[in-house]
């Protein structure tokens, strides 16, 4: 790969990558996406995308393999409190809070469940994919539990007697509802947000930046 041109990360699939894609495009970036690659060149400008699983992309970027990155808030903490544990980098700034990818993350219960409160899930199995937030959530309550990660369809452990609840991002509630749960209590509200590494950057990529900052706010503004 080519170190001269830009690199950011943003989701191959999944909800924040048409809007970052739509960004971009929005931007005046060309981009030439075919399915199943990973990396996209920009016809345009010297850019090129990487198309990866959003729980990669804090890393990637606290590890300076890529410029930047488009993620949620919620992948970012995770990853922060998690890289902070075992000490690795955890250098970044933070370029800009877009204005798409809200969601929050949640517990959530099967809807026969009583639920009166976090207490409620007192030495009980959560599944979740943010095993950190989950244990700051829980900790702040005092309520002590066992955590079941799972890096994915959260959603059917409850079901599968695998937890007893789950702690899942929750958007527009579509798959909480066809899982039979509900949510009890939002521990962490996100948005995307676009994130730069801690790596000195060339002038040449500083330039690129310097010219899509400036686009991105016009386009937010233009939307509000
Ligand atoms: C989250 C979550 C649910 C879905 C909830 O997945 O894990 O699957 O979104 O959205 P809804 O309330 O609109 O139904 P995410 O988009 O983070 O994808 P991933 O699990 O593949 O990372
Ligand atoms: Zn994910
Ligand atoms: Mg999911």
Redesign the pocket.
């Known amino acids: 790969m080519d170190n001269t041109r830009l690199r950011i990360a943003i989701q191959k699939s999944?909800?924040l990558s048409k809007e970052c894609q739509k960004l971009l495009k929005g931007c005046g970036v060309k981009l030439n996406i075919r399915e199943q690659r990973l990396i996209a060149h920009a016809e345009n400008m010297p850019i090129d995308l990487l198309l990866v699983?959003?729980?990669d992309i804090p890393g990637l970027v606290m590890d300076g393999v890529v410029d930047l990155g488009v993620v949620?808030e919620n992948v970012l903490e995770e990853t922060l409190m998690e890289r902070k544990a075992t000490s690795e980098p955890t250098d970044y700034t933070e370029l800009k809070r877009l204005d798409f990818g809200g969601?929050r993350l949640s517990l959530a219960v099967a809807d026969d469940f009583d639920y009166q409160g976090p207490k409620s899930l007192e030495g009980k199995r959560i599944a979740t994919?943010y095993p950190w937030l989950l244990k700051r959530f829980m900790d702040q309550q005092g309520v002590k539990f066992k955590s079941v990660m799972l890096n994915?369809s959260?959603?059917v452990a409850p079901r599968a007697g695998v937890a007893d609840a789950i702690c899942?991002?929750?958007?527009?509630?579509?798959?909480?509802e066809a899982n039979g749960l509900v949510e009890a209590d939002v521990i962490f509200r996100s948005k995307a947000v676009l994130i730069q590494s801690g790596a000195e950057l060339s002038a040449g990529k500083q330039q690129i930046i310097d010219k899509l900052l400036p686009r991105i706010q016009g386009l937010q503004q233009a939307r509000e």
């Open positions: 999944g909800r699983r959003d729980d949620g969601c994919s994915g959260v959603e899942d991002l929750v958007s527009t509630g579509a798959t909480l």
